[in-house]
């Protein structure tokens, strides 16, 4: 008889984003994504960070303060790196699993890449006008939004 306590498909695929969320730098927020076909394998994943080659030691992460000494129009969010970090083929009809539900700047990245659904562990930033945007672009584009439905399960990795 086959084991019967293992990993649904969402658990997977949300545990490896929260996993690639811990390479974050950055102090307040990690958040990670991890992108995957219809026959659920992985296509991609990515992490909120600084763009490739930009030192991360000689940024900022602040997130108040004048606009160019925070982290805001430096960091480049999770969705968008998993995205940019596809080696091959297409992400049309892909399911793409994140952390935190993607800013309107990701949702459009989303959606022009031809993700289909959105899974997301959390939506903290509901109430704000970039989320409110994101949900109307991608109602608009049908894209499936879902909220991961989490578990008791307590996975354990020990590096």
Not at 64 to 88: D, M, Q
Request: proline fraction near 3%; charged fraction near 30%; include cysteine.
């Amino acid at each position: 008889m086959k084991r019967q306590d293992y990993l649904s498909w969402d658990e997977y695929f949300m545990g490896i984003a929260h996993l690639s969320a811990r390479r974050s730098k950055d102090p307040n927020t990690q958040v990670g994504a991890c992108i995957v076909s219809e026959e659920n394998k992985i296509l991609s994943v990515g992490y909120n960070g600084m763009p490739t080659g930009c030192n991360d030691d000689d940024m900022p992460w602040d997130r108040e303060g004048e606009f160019l000494e925070t982290k805001y129009p430096f960091v480049c969010h999770a969705e968008l790196n998993a995205i940019l970090n596809r080696s091959t083929g297409s992400l049309k009809n892909a399911k793409i699993y994140v952390s935190l539900f993607p800013c309107n700047e990701c949702a459009k990245a989303i959606i022009q890449s031809g993700i289909k659904e959105v899974i997301y562990g959390d939506d903290k930033y509901a109430d704000t006008d970039n989320v409110r945007a994101s949900k109307r672009m991608f109602d608009m584009a049908g894209v499936k939004i879902r909220l991961y439905k989490k578990t008791d399960r307590l996975v354990r990795i020990e590096l």
